[in-house]
């Protein structure tokens, strides 16, 4: 069974789910692939611990704080694949971008593999179920192009911004998927 509750942000209406104990999803308004992990009905329900503690350290996130992603207890639904790249999202130090390139390279190593698409881990960030809290936000093109973000190209600059990321290399491009 799964629960839901919302939490209003600087960038929307986030929608917030958990098993009862573990968060498994976390959506912006009009995000793409909202909600697509989990395959049955949420349960409204603002009385759960976890979903409390979500609430918490998002309140400390917004206020230019950088919670700990190790605070929360997270459950992502996923393939392996998946939930390797998501892994290594956590890893982003706060304000600092990674390229799809590097994550490619990153995960090609971990399954002993000598290369691995940059695609393919775009596909795997691009339906990472919690955003914000793993970090897919801090992933850019290889050119700097801010590139990607389910929750459109715009919020993906609020997020960098808030937590001070260097944008002096960074732009939005002006035709493609995240827009």
């Known amino acids: 069974m799964y629960y839901r509750a919302t939490y209003p942000s600087p960038v929307g209406v986030i ?3 958990c098993d009862g104990s573990n968060l498994v999803g976390l959506w912006i308004e009009g995000q793409k692939y909202h909600g697509n992990t989990i395959l049955e009905d949420m349960i409204e329900n603002n009385d759960l611990p976890i979903l409390d503690t979500a609430k918490k350290w998002l309140d400390r996130y917004f206020a230019g704080e950088q919670p700990n992603i ?4 997270l459950a992502p639904v996923g393939s392996e ?4 790249i998501w892994h290594i999202l956590c890893e ?3 304000g600092k971008v990674i390229t799809y390139g590097d994550i490619a390279k990153k995960m090609a190593a971990k399954m002993k593999k000598e290369s691995m698409s940059s695609q393919a881990v775009g596909g795997a960030v691009g339906h990472n179920p919690i955003s914000i809290i793993i970090p897919c936000h801090r992933v ?3 050119n700097g192009s801010l590139t990607g973000y389910a929750g459109g190209v715009h919020t993906k600059v609020k997020l960098l911004e808030l937590e001070g990321a260097d944008m002096s290399r960074l732009f939005i491009p002006t035709k493609g998927t995240a827009l």
């Not at 190790?70 to 207890?73: A, G, H, V």
């Open 92 to 94: 982003i130090p706060y």
């Open 70 to 73: 190790s605070e929360l207890p």
């Open 15 to 17: 929608t917030l789910a």
């Open 81 to 84: 694949f998946r939930q390797g």
């Open 140 to 142: 850019v093109g290889s």
